[in-house]
């Protein structure tokens, strides 16, 4: 049996290398282009994506969880997965409104703790912000996955 450390390890690789897949070969240009939309079809175009990028996860965490048995809680996992699927969600609606004059979202966050000066000049600052808030966000996943056994 693996220790709750262990648990955690395999979880959180799982989960990110996942991430890494489905946000960069899995999603599509058309819902990358228009997940950040306003309105209904910006909204339909995210939730495809982290429809898509919630299988991947589950998929990596279900291929990892049988390999090294694991023995992880099916509902402690589907949380997990809920965790990282809403807050993924999230972030890639504000998807190309890193530099908007009035920011909403993860980007009005990212604005009101002193990050605006640094979105305003980098123009990879936006993807960073995003980047680290989905891996914050699958830490705690990960943590939520692996906290019990079975």
């Known amino acids: 049996m693996a220790s709750s450390a262990a648990r955690f390890a395999a979880v959180y690789a799982a989960l990110t290398a996942a991430h890494e897949v489905a946000d960069h070969w899995v999603q599509i240009d058309s819902q990358a282009s228009a997940k950040g939309r306003e ?30 048995h694991l023995e992880l809680s099916p509902r402690r996992a589907a949380l997990a997965l809920a965790v990282s699927a809403v807050t993924h969600y999230v972030a890639d609606r504000q998807g190309g409104h890193w530099r908007d004059e009035q920011p909403r979202g993860v980007v009005r966050l990212a604005a009101v703790t002193g990050h605006r000066g640094w979105l305003e000049r980098d123009p990879g600052a936006g993807y960073l912000l995003d980047q680290s808030w989905h891996k914050g966000w699958i830490t705690a996943a990960a943590l939520l996955a692996a906290a019990h056994r079975r």
């Open 39 to 68: 309105g209904a079809a910006g909204a339909r175009a995210c939730a495809a994506h982290v429809a898509t990028y919630t299988a991947t996860q589950a998929a990596a965490l279900a291929v990892t969880a049988r390999a090294l």
